[in-house]
C-alpha cells in the first residue's frame, strides 16, 4: 500500500485539461516538490489529491483508501491531508490562541510543541489584524498541524515573503518533517525554495509531469530547455556553438545540444586545450561572481568565486567532470 497514489488523475477547466492523467506516488516522509511554469496545472493537481477538487477521471488513494471529492462528502477535505493555500486566511477580531484553540486536536502539550515549531509562541495573546504577512503564515501553517494530519501540501508557502521570514519558514517545513513526521509536499517557483529540502522534485508543463527525479538529477540532467530553466540558470550550446569546446574532456560534438549550468564552467591556467574568451561582463553575485565569456563560436555564462579578472581580459575555460549534459 503506497501512503499517497495518483493514478491517471484529470481536471477539465473551463472546456481546458488542465490535468491530464498524472500518475505519482509519494512515501512517507519523502520531500516532493512540484515546480512548472505559471498555469501548468500544480495547484489543481495537489487540491485533488487532498480531495478540495473534484476529478474527472483517475483517483487518489490515501493510506490505501480512495480520496473523496468534494461532491462526495459535506465538508471538503480529507481530515489526514492538510492544505495550505496560497490564499489563506485568519479570521480578524480574535486573539491567535482563540483561532488556533478552535481547531486543536492535539494535547496542549503537543500543541505548543506545533506552536514553537512554527516560532508563533511569542504571538499568541496578539490579535490577528496585528500581524505581518510572514507571521500569519506560520499561524495559519500551525492551525492545520494542530488538525493533526499526516500529509502536509503546501501551495507556493513563500511567495511575498522576504529573505527573513521566507528563511524562518523554511526552517519550520524542516521541523515539520524531521520533529512531527508529517510528510509534506511543496510547490514552488523558486529552484532555491526546492533543490535543497526536496528527495523527488516533478517538473509539470502543460497538465503533465515532464520530468522526476532527485533534485541533482533534475538540475543538472533536465529532459529538455523548460525542465532545465525552471531550476536555474544554464548554457545551450548549438551543436555549432559547442565547437568551442571541442578537446575539452567530456565534450562531444554528436550534433545534439550541450547543456551546461554556469558553475560547471571553470577558469583555468592556459594548458593548450582550454579555449580561450574574453571576459565581456562581469555581475556580483553575493557568493560568487557571473562572467560573460565571448569564446569563439558564441558567449557563455560562467560562475566564479573570486575571480582575478576583469572585463576585457582573456580567459580559458574548461568544464567540471560531469558537469556536461545532451539534449
Ligand atoms: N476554477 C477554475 N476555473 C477555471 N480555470 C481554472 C480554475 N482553476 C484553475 N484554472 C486554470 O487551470 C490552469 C491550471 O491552474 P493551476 O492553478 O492548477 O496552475 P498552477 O500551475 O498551480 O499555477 P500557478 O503557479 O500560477 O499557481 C490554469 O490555466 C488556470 O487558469
Not at 487518489?60 to 492538510?82: D, T
Not at 483561532?99 to 490579535?127: G, P
Not at 582550454?274 to 561582463?281: E, M, R, T, W
Request: hydrophobic share 40%.
Amino acid at each position: 500500500m503506497q501512503f499517497l497514489e495518483v493514478t491517471k488523475i484529470s481536471k477539465i477547466q473551463q472546456g481546458v485539461l488542465v490535468v491530464n492523467e498524472v500518475s505519482f506516488t509519494q512515501q512517507p516522509f519523502q520531500k516532493l516538490a512540484i515546480a512548472g511554469e505559471t498555469g501548468s496545472g500544480k495547484s489543481t493537481l495537489l487540491k485533488m489529491a487532498g480531495g478540495l477538487i473534484q476529478p474527472d477521471s483517475g483517483e487518489a488513494r490515501f493510506e490505501g483508501v480512495r480520496v473523496k471529492g468534494p461532491l462526495e462528502v459535506l465538508l471538503p477535505g480529507h481530515p489526514g491531508i492538510a492544505y495550505l493555500s496560497q490564499h489563506f486566511e485568519l479570521r480578524n477580531q480574535y486573539r491567535v490562541e482563540e483561532i488556533l484553540a478552535y481547531v486543536n486536536q492535539l494535547t496542549q502539550e503537543s500543541a505548543d510543541e506545533v506552536y514553537e515549531i512554527c516560532r508563533i509562541t511569542h504571538l499568541l495573546k496578539r490579535r490577528t489584524d496585528a500581524l505581518s504577512g510572514g507571521e500569519k503564515q506560520r499561524i495559519a501553517l500551525a492551525r492545520l498541524l494542530i488538525t493533526a494530519p499526516k500529509l502536509l501540501l503546501l501551495d507556493e508557502p513563500f511567495s511575498n515573503l522576504d529573505m527573513i521570514h521566507k528563511g524562518v519558514l523554511k526552517s519550520v517545513i524542516r521541523d515539520i518533517g524531521n520533529d512531527l513526521g508529517i510528510t509534506c509536499t511543496l510547490i514552488s517557483h523558486d529552484p532555491q525554495d526546492i533543490l535543497s529540502w526536496a528527495d523527488e522534485i516533478m517538473i509539470m508543463k502543460d497538465g503533465q509531469i515532464l520530468q522526476q527525479g532527485p533534485p541533482e538529477e533534475v538540475y543538472l540532467r533536465p529532459v529538455n530547455e523548460y525542465a532545465a530553466a525552471l531550476l536555474g540558470k544554464y548554457n545551450l550550446m548549438s551543436p555549432a556553438q559547442a565547437r568551442s569546446l571541442d578537446g575539452l574532456p567530456d565534450i562531444h560534438l554528436n550534433g545534439r545540444y550541450l547543456f551546461i549550468r554556469p558553475e560547471n564552467f571553470m577558469l583555468v591556467p592556459e594548458n593548450g586545450h582550454a579555449p580561450a574568451g574574453k571576459v565581456k561582463k562581469i555581475s556580483f553575485w553575493g557568493s560568487y561572481h557571473e562572467l560573460e565569456v565571448l569564446l569563439p563560436e558564441g558567449a557563455i555564462t560562467l560562475r566564479a568565486t573570486h575571480p582575478q579578472v576583469k572585463t576585457g581580459d582573456i580567459v580559458h575555460v574548461s568544464v567540471a567532470p560531469g558537469g556536461v549534459w545532451y539534449i
